[in-house]
């Protein structure tokens, strides 16, 4: 146990509990005033969560390699646009194609991780910081989004075989949250259990010691990027399929937000540390503050400050944690 504590996603998981505990005491005492257990508002927490959660996962994943992507807020919502209009709003409507919804969502998939591996083949052939590359492809898809489309929104209305493995609910229970749990699990056995995780710390912890091992940085850090650029199309179509209909900008900040999420759960800025379960406890996290303060009726505003205070904090104890080892 104390070995848990001594690492950040286990002081993350003591502040998530911590918080949890307040949040129901606080529902219990003043159910009317604050719902944060009734049926509806945990529906809502949980489907909110998912494509956070699953994009924070890919983000996390290249963080730990020491690399950073911050178009995946811009790529989340282009390739969600991008299925939506191969799917077409009804079967042979003139605005679509009417391709079959999971064939899209396969092609939307492949062009994230097709736009992640670009960013990854720029960055690093030329040996400028992915932070830098990033920010430009940000603009870049968020441009692209708007020529290709337009600023109106684009209705999702997929076969129901698909609707019901992306977006039905069983009680509070959204299957968004299930595919964002079924990934983290997944990713988690990757980077903790697989030798593919090995090397991405390696190479995120010391670039010339991984390479002294054997092991490819360039090849490590493109699956990284890779990852990042999937998993923010497949948060995109996920929450597309949720809603029905996808905004042209609903994905804009959300990288910074998924970025705060990993920083939250123990991943370094540096690489080389974090884990799946701390990222994924930093998303939880992230939507319990911003859910508590629409109960609470705060102003918006509050919510950047809390977030903003929690990266710093867990930052420093993240720093306090390192040079304690």
Same mark, same amino acid.
């Given at each position: 146990?104390?070995?848990?504590? @001594?690492?950040?996603? *286990?002081?993350?998981?003591?502040?998530? !509990?911590?918080v949890?505990?307040?949040? !129901?005491?606080a529902?219990?005492?003043?159910?009317?005033?604050?719902?944060?257990?009734?049926?509806?508002?945990?529906r809502?927490?949980?489907?909110?969560?998912?494509?956070?959660?699953?994009?924070?996962?890919?983000?996390?994943?290249?963080?730990?390699?020491?690399?950073?992507?911050?178009?995946?807020?811009?790529?989340?919502?282009?390739?969600a646009?991008?299925?939506?209009?191969?799917?077409?709003?009804?079967?042979?409507?003139?605005t679509?194609?009417?391709? @079959?919804?999971?064939?899209?969502?396969?092609?939307a998939?492949?062009?994230?991780?097709?736009?992640?591996?670009?960013?990854?083949?720029?960055?690093i052939? %030329?040996?400028?910081?992915?932070?830098?590359?990033t920010?430009?492809?940000?603009?870049?898809?968020?441009?692209?989004?708007?020529?290709?489309?337009?600023?109106?929104?684009?209705a999702?209305?997929?076969?129901?075989?698909f609707?019901t493995? %992306?977006?039905?609910?069983?009680?509070?229970?959204?299957?968004?949250?299930?595919? =964002?749990i079924?990934?983290?699990? *997944?990713?988690? =056995?990757?980077?903790?259990?697989?030798?593919?995780? @090995?090397? &991405?710390?390696?190479?995120?912890?010391?670039?010339?010691?991984?390479?002294? /091992?054997? !092991?490819?940085?360039?090849?490590?850090? &493109?699956? *990284? %990027?890779?990852?990042?650029?999937?998993f923010?199309? =497949?948060?995109?179509? !996920?929450?597309?399929?949720?809603?029905?209909?996808?905004?042209?900008?609903?994905?804009?900040?959300?990288?910074?937000?998924?970025i705060?999420?990993?920083? /939250?759960?123990?991943a370094?800025?540096?690489?080389?540390r974090?884990?799946i379960?701390?990222?994924?406890?930093?998303?939880?996290?992230?939507?319990t503050?911003?859910?508590?303060l629409l109960?609470?009726?705060?102003?918006?505003?509050?919510?950047?400050?809390?977030?903003g *205070?929690?990266? /710093?904090i867990?930052?420093?104890v993240?720093?306090?944690?390192?040079?304690?080892?």
């Amino acid at each position: 146990m104390r070995r848990l504590l @001594n690492r950040p996603e *286990g002081a993350i998981l003591v502040f998530f !509990v911590t918080v949890q505990v307040i949040c !129901v005491i606080a529902a219990l005492i003043w159910p009317t005033e604050f719902r944060y257990l009734s049926e509806p508002n945990i529906r809502v927490l949980l489907k909110s969560l998912a494509p956070l959660g699953i994009m924070a996962l890919g983000v996390g994943i290249l963080m730990v390699c020491g690399e950073f992507d911050l178009s995946v807020g811009a790529v989340y919502t282009f390739c969600a646009i991008v299925a939506a209009t191969l799917v077409g709003q009804i079967p042979g409507a003139e605005t679509g194609v009417s391709m @079959n919804a999971f064939v899209a969502l396969i092609i939307a998939v492949a062009l994230g991780v097709l736009i992640g591996l670009l960013n990854g083949v720029i960055s690093i052939l %030329f040996a400028i910081p992915s932070f830098i590359v990033t920010l430009g492809a940000m603009l870049v898809w968020k441009g692209t989004t708007l020529f290709y489309h337009g600023a109106t929104s684009l209705a999702f209305r997929p076969d129901p075989v698909f609707k019901t493995i %992306f977006g039905s609910t069983f009680w509070v229970i959204d299957m968004s949250f299930v595919w =964002f749990i079924i990934l983290g699990i *997944g990713c988690h =056995f990757m980077l903790q259990h697989h030798r593919l995780g @090995n090397h &991405m710390f390696a190479v995120g912890g010391n670039e010339n010691a991984a390479t002294a /091992i054997g !092991v490819n940085p360039f090849k490590v850090k &493109m699956i *990284g %990027f890779a990852f990042a650029g999937g998993f923010a199309a =497949f948060a995109g179509i !996920v929450a597309m399929t949720r809603v029905g209909s996808v905004q042209p900008g609903g994905g804009l900040g959300l990288e910074l937000q998924a970025i705060a999420a990993c920083v /939250i759960g123990g991943a370094a800025l540096t690489g080389g540390r974090g884990s799946i379960i701390g990222v994924m406890l930093g998303a939880a996290l992230v939507f319990t503050i911003q859910d508590v303060l629409l109960l609470i009726r705060a102003p918006g505003f509050y919510f950047d400050i809390f977030v903003g *205070g929690l990266i /710093i904090i867990s930052v420093i104890v993240n720093r306090l944690l390192r040079l304690k080892d």
